[in-house]
């Protein structure tokens, strides 16, 4: 009875734990999404008017942040300035011209202030929120009319939208391949002088195709001008609280929006495409200054590769310590090892990764086989590929303690088995060993995608950039370019909440890119826990 009740107890503290790392994870995804989805919810706009000491009357336009009541008195402050006062957070916007986005306001009386129906908010894709009064639309100057100009509004954003997207596309996409197929045809040029093969007619036909490719690079560079005049046409009128018009391009503009005068309907689709457009926009083509696409793209990928790598390596030294090596003095100093390494600070990794993998494995592929781009280099740069291995080398002991824990819980009777019935100890070893002990190689995986996707300190000295112009993949050969920097979410996060001008007006964001990275990794984990409870259930009756 005795023992019965001390399990019990032990039951019930795992039970406690548990329910506590729930809750704990429950209240943190709660915070960051309750804090993060702010920055896509349509806040109301307020008008507020205050008297300066000279008399003089002054309109502030904004979203009132924060309204906080000030009841405490400073030991140094005047008579006539003692008693309870507010402080108002107001976001005014409008950043180009009355920088910064935020004003404070302390006032002893409560402020004139109204809601006006039409009020629009803009958002740019440089520059933050424009907020006034829609005025006109105009068309190489020429004021546009109609009957309703919003839905004239909606009608000619969406046609420079769709203009935009013709030109990232024509940019992006014909150019650089274009370039990229000069850049081939050069260094074929250049191989063949090298070797005293660049004949007469060898030189006649490499001319050719160069004039070739560079007549349809001209051919996309006029259609990509005639497509920017188009984009550059219209433009919108604004009226700010100064009352004062401003010239704004419909191409800056990614939505307009009347926040005081939308129903909850409108409201909910608002939130949803600015959601999307969080997701799915990319601020290096300038569709969006708030877009992670390229963050979590470069996220997955990086964690993918790592995985890629660092899966086989770890199992092999599991192997290797559990299923080979005897218990001698060199099998201790490894194990030794590999806890230390598990303890190692992620930064020394960086600086191991940029040393060994950047400059020493990167400067010598350069020299033996990107001889011909030096001084620049090609794989002697931080990049994707050195990202994913100094990652992978982090996240090797956890793969390693994993697999061998796997190991040691089959049971010998089924090695001894598999060697009885004529297996070689190889086979016993592909063929009987590691099937059965693939949940635990899962679950090295799980933990080393938990920490690698959150790992930032590394990242920043060997490929991470605030902002890359191009993805690591895209539709030229050889596709993936694992030479390339990419964006992730961990030093996106990074850079908002302390490398921002506008920290206050990114805060929001901060909070979402940290829920964004928190479901990814989890997203990943599901899946991984996924397989690793199939593949337990079907090995579970062998262990038995």
Same mark, same amino acid.
């Given at each position: 009875?005795?023992?019965? $009740?001390?399990?019990?107890? /032990?039951? /019930?503290?795992?039970?406690?734990?548990?329910?506590?790392?729930?809750?704990?994870?429950?209240?943190?995804?709660?915070?960051?999404?309750?804090?993060?989805?702010?920055?896509?919810?349509?806040?109301?706009?307020?008008?507020?008017?205050?008297?300066?000491?000279?008399?003089?009357?002054?309109?502030?336009?904004?979203?009132?942040?924060?309204?906080?009541?000030?009841?405490?008195?400073?030991?140094?402050?005047?008579?006539?300035?003692?008693?309870?006062?507010?402080?108002?957070?107001?976001?005014?916007?409008?950043?180009?011209?009355?920088?910064?986005?935020?004003?404070?306001?302390?006032?002893?009386?409560?402020?004139?202030?109204?809601? *006006?129906?039409?009020?629009?908010?803009?958002?740019?894709?440089?520059?933050? &929120?424009?907020?006034?009064?829609?005025?006109?639309?105009?068309?190489?100057?020429?004021?546009?009319?109609?009957?309703?100009?919003?839905?004239?509004?909606?009608?000619?954003?969406?046609? #420079?939208?769709?203009?935009?997207?013709?030109?990232?596309?024509?940019?992006?996409? &014909?150019? #650089?391949?274009?370039?990229?197929?000069?850049?081939?045809?050069?260094?074929?040029?250049?191989?063949?002088?090298?070797?005293?093969?660049?004949?007469?007619?060898?030189?006649?036909?490499?001319?050719?195709?160069?004039?070739?490719?560079?007549?349809?690079?001209?051919?996309?560079?006029?259609?990509?001008?005639?497509?920017?005049?188009?984009?550059? $046409?219209?433009?919108?009128?604004?009226?700010?609280?100064?009352?004062?018009?401003?010239?704004?391009?419909?191409?800056?503009?990614?939505?307009?929006?009347?926040?005081?005068?939308?129903?909850?309907?409108?409201?909910?689709?608002?939130?949803?495409?600015?959601?999307?457009?969080?997701?799915?926009?990319? *601020?290096?083509?300038?569709?969006?200054?708030?877009?992670?696409? !390229?963050?979590?793209?470069?996220?997955?990928?990086?964690?993918?590769?790592?995985?890629? #790598?660092?899966?086989?390596? @770890?199992?092999?030294?599991?192997? /290797?310590?559990?299923?080979?090596?005897?218990?001698?003095?060199?099998?201790?100093?490894?194990?030794?090892?590999?806890?230390?390494?598990?303890?190692?600070?992620?930064?020394?990794?960086? #600086?191991? @990764?940029?040393?060994?993998?950047? /400059?020493?494995?990167?400067?010598?592929?350069?020299?033996?086989?990107?001889?011909?781009?030096?001084?620049?280099?090609?794989?002697?740069?931080?990049?994707?590929?050195?990202?994913?291995?100094?990652?992978?080398?982090?996240?090797?002991?956890?793969?390693?303690?994993?697999?061998?824990?796997?190991?040691?819980?089959? *049971?010998?009777?089924?090695?001894?088995?598999?060697?009885?019935?004529?297996?070689?100890?190889?086979?016993?070893?592909?063929?009987?060993?590691?099937?059965?002990?693939?949940?635990?190689?899962?679950?090295?995986?799980?933990?080393?995608?938990?920490?690698?996707?959150?790992?930032?300190?590394?990242?920043?000295?060997?490929?991470?950039?605030?902002?890359?112009?191009?993805?690591?993949?895209?539709?030229?050969? !050889?596709?993936?370019?694992?030479?390339?920097?990419?964006?992730?979410?961990?030093?996106?996060?990074?850079?908002?909440?302390?490398?921002? !001008?506008?920290?206050?007006?990114?805060?929001?964001?901060?909070?979402?890119?940290?829920?964004?990275?928190?479901?990814?990794?989890?997203?990943?984990?599901?899946?991984?826990?996924?397989?690793?409870?199939?593949?337990?259930?079907?090995?579970?009756?062998?262990?038995?």
């Amino acid at each position: 009875m005795k023992a019965m $009740r001390q399990n019990d107890r /032990w039951r /019930w503290l795992t039970a406690g734990a548990v329910a506590v790392c729930l809750l704990a994870f429950a209240l943190l995804t709660g915070l960051l999404a309750w804090q993060g989805m702010r920055a896509f919810w349509p806040q109301p706009v307020d008008r507020y008017q205050l008297r300066q000491p000279d008399g003089a009357l002054v309109t502030l336009l904004g979203e009132t942040v924060e309204k906080t009541c000030l009841s405490q008195q400073a030991d140094g402050m005047e008579e006539r300035q003692r008693g309870a006062m507010t402080r108002y957070l107001i976001k005014t916007g409008n950043r180009d011209v009355a920088a910064p986005d935020f004003r404070v306001i302390l006032s002893r009386e409560p402020l004139n202030t109204t809601r *006006p129906k039409g009020v629009m908010v803009l958002q740019r894709r440089s520059g933050g &929120d424009a907020l006034g009064w829609f005025v006109e639309l105009r068309e190489n100057g020429e004021v546009l009319t109609a009957r309703d100009g919003d839905a004239l509004l909606r009608q000619r954003l969406e046609q #420079v939208h769709a203009l935009l997207r013709q030109a990232s596309r024509i940019r992006g996409a &014909d150019m #650089v391949r274009i370039n990229s197929q000069i850049r081939a045809l050069e260094v074929q040029a250049d191989t063949q002088r090298s070797a005293g093969a660049f004949s007469l007619q060898a030189q006649s036909q490499y001319q050719a195709n160069r004039a070739a490719l560079q007549r349809r690079f001209n051919e996309s560079g006029a259609q990509l001008a005639t497509l920017q005049q188009e984009i550059d $046409r219209d433009a919108l009128i604004l009226r700010d609280a100064q009352g004062r018009d401003r010239v704004i391009p419909l191409a800056q503009i990614v939505e307009a929006w009347y926040p005081n005068a939308m129903s909850l309907g409108e409201k909910w689709r608002h939130f949803m495409r600015q959601i999307w457009h969080f997701v799915s926009d990319n *601020p290096a083509t300038g569709q969006s200054e708030r877009g992670a696409f !390229p963050a979590i793209f470069g996220t997955v990928l990086m964690v993918l590769l790592m995985s890629i #790598v660092v899966m086989p390596l @770890g199992v092999i030294a599991a192997v /290797w310590l559990h299923e080979y090596a005897g218990r001698n003095a060199l099998t201790r100093l490894v194990r030794i090892a590999v806890v230390n390494l598990a303890g190692v600070p992620s930064i020394v990794y960086g #600086v191991f @990764g940029l040393g060994f993998f950047v /400059w020493l494995v990167g400067g010598t592929l350069d020299q033996l086989f990107f001889a011909r781009a030096l001084p620049a280099p090609t794989f002697g740069t931080p990049g994707l590929l050195w990202a994913a291995l100094t990652l992978a080398l982090l996240t090797l002991p956890v793969v390693i303690v994993a697999t061998e824990e796997g190991l040691s819980r089959i *049971p010998d009777s089924l090695r001894q088995g598999s060697l009885a019935l004529g297996a070689t100890r190889a086979e016993t070893l592909w063929h009987v060993v590691l099937p059965m002990a693939l949940p635990a190689m899962l679950t090295g995986l799980i933990l080393a995608v938990a920490r690698a996707a959150g790992e930032t300190a590394p990242l920043m000295l060997v490929g991470v950039v605030k902002m890359a112009p191009e993805l690591p993949v895209d539709a030229v050969y !050889p596709w993936l370019h694992l030479d390339r920097k990419f964006m992730h979410l961990g030093f996106q996060i990074y850079d908002l909440a302390f490398q921002s !001008p506008n920290v206050e007006a990114d805060r929001p964001l901060v909070y979402a890119t940290a829920l964004l990275l928190v479901l990814i990794i989890l997203s990943l984990n599901l899946v991984a826990m996924g397989l690793r409870h199939r593949l337990r259930e079907r090995y579970r009756l062998l262990t038995q």
